[in-house]
């Protein structure tokens, strides 16, 4: 991967309405037995951040392993609440023939205050020669 996507912030993507039918759906998927809406539900609109990112450097969803994920919270999420997620690639490394790529995601609400940041690790292995698998 180019090593200049380095500090490069990706354009917006959403807005994504919190739904009482999205969270009832989400909690009973991962089996939430808590409260409210599950703290990691923004996985929804990060996976369109990242889909997006991806498509953008030209890096193939099928050569991404998903190493960590983790929120930073500065309220909880609430049914109403209107999603948009910014996501900027702020490490870059090889190891082992792979690329390991930290990215840091901020979410924010319809009025532009951030709701939450959501750090993850994806580990790319890169094409191969000649298209083989």
Known sequence: MDPTVVDR??????PYVVSTA????FATATQWRGTGVPPTFPIL???D??????ADVGASLERIVHGEQRFSYRRPLVVGDELTATLRVATLRSLGGADVIGTLSTI???AGEVVCE???TLVHTGTTEEGAA
């Not at 912030?9 to 959403?14: K, L, M, N, Q, S």
């Not at 951040?49 to 991806?54: E, I, R």
């Open 49 to 54: 951040a990242m889909l997006a990112f991806l």
């Open 9 to 14: 912030t990706f354009p917006p993507v959403g």
């Open 118 to 120: 959501a750090k993850a």
């Open 45 to 47: 609109l990060l996976n």
């Open 22 to 25: 999205k969270v009832t759906e």
């Open 108 to 110: 924010t609400d319809a």
